[in-house]
């Protein structure tokens, strides 16, 4: 059997199906979804799709995982609002290099109105990417529980200083120099921008060409981005840098769970996000990246980041449907 339907006479393999379709609207490199699920024996289990990886930007499958650590850490939100403690094995099997984690519904506790908020923020959060309006930043206790949350989950936050913030620029503009010259790269981000349906970036997504002090992913639509940019210069922009003290896929996967939590905290905290990966992706720009933190800290996603638009959210980007991207049975 492999419909919902089969797992809704059981109330765990019910809460598993559930968390893995909770799961499907985490954040993911260019909208690729690279996660498949599968509700089996009173467990979930979560493996990359290797058919779902970008050759060019991803060789690696850094960002690959670090996707899969995003979905991984909304399913544990799903499952602790739902009642149950989530058990998680990570990469239990080093003969299956695709499965990143095993996870079981522990002891039943009714879940705190931390978790209850914490998991409604999984409908609202969005990658923002309109550029920020005025000189309002994100306040320091707000920074504080990002934070927080991204050392609950193995990694590090850093907070780049303003004076730094030139040689993210740098890099920024060295990766995109390097992304388009790259024509292999270029064909494949052209290929994740132009999918109509359940997958990819859409234009209306994308905010119109404006002038940043930091320059964001260029997807090469020009006047096709649909996003209105608003007002904003993003002048205010603060950059917060996820990093982990390993550079391995059991990092990757501690790192994509840390920003699934830093954002989830802060669509709640009412402010909005949107990653830059170019600077990952591109090795000369994650070293000069890297030389901005602590000299142990791997650099593993930007998250630019500021106050939410009074304009409203921006629009929800496309999902496979839950029946091909979770198994049961
Ligand atoms: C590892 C990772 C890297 C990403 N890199 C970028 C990026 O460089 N630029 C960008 O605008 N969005 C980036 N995103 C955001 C995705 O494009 C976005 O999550 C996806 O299109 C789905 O949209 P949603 O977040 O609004 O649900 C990234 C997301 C992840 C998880």
Redesign the pocket.
């Known amino acids: 059997m492999t419909t919902k339907q089969s797992a809704a006479g059981d109330p765990v393999a019910a809460a598993l199906y559930r968390a893995a379709e909770d799961a499907l609207?985490?954040?993911?490199?260019?909208?690729t979804q690279p996660w498949h699920w599968r509700v089996h024996d009173a467990t979930l289990e979560l493996f990359v799709d290797p058919a779902r990886q970008l050759h060019a930007a991803d060789p690696h499958w850094?960002?690959?995982i670090?996707?899969c650590g995003?979905a991984l850490h909304h399913a544990r939100v799903s499952l602790r609002a739902t009642g149950y403690e989530p058990l998680v094995h990570r990469r239990p099997d080093p003969h299956q290099p695709w499965l990143l984690a095993r996870i079981q519904a522990g002891p039943v506790h009714p879940p705190p109105a931390s978790v209850l908020r914490t998991y409604q923020g999984i409908r609202r959060?969005?990658?923002?990417?309109r550029p920020f309006v005025g000189d309002v930043r994100v306040p320091a206790d707000a920074i504080a529980g990002l934070r927080s949350a991204a050392e609950a989950e193995h990694a590090s936050l850093y907070l780049l200083d303003p004076a730094d913030v030139v040689y993210l620029r740098y890099a920024a503009q060295g990766a995109q120099t390097a992304g388009a010259r790259d024509k292999v790269q270029a064909a494949e981000l052209r290929q994740w921008t132009s999918r109509a349906g359940q997958e990819?970036?859409?234009p209306e997504?994308?905010a119109g060409p404006k002038p940043r002090p930091v320059p964001?992913?260029d997807?090469g639509l020009g006047d096709e981005a649909g996003l209105e940019p608003g007002p904003g210069d993003d002048r205010s922009a603060d950059y917060l840098v996820v990093a982990t003290a390993g550079d391995d896929p059991a990092a990757w996967l501690h790192a994509?769970e840390a920003?699934s939590a830093v954002?989830l905290h802060a669509t709640v905290e009412g402010l909005a996000i949107?990653?830059?990966?170019?600077?990952?992706?591109i090795p000369g720009a994650r070293m000069l990246l890297r030389s901005l933190l602590h000299p142990t800290a791997q650099p593993?996603?930007?998250l630019r980041a500021g106050p939410a638009s009074d304009a409203g959210p921006?629009p929800?980007?496309p999902?496979r449907p839950a029946s091909e991207a979770i198994d049961v049975g």
Not at 25 to 31: D, E, H, Q, R, T
Not at 274 to 281: A, K
């Open positions: 609207l985490a954040p993911s490199i260019l909208n850094r960002l690959m670090i996707s995003a959060r969005r990658t923002d990417r990819g970036v859409p997504t994308v964001t992913r997807f994509g920003i954002w949107s990653p830059m990966s170019d600077v990952i992706e593993q996603l930007v921006p929800e980007s999902r």
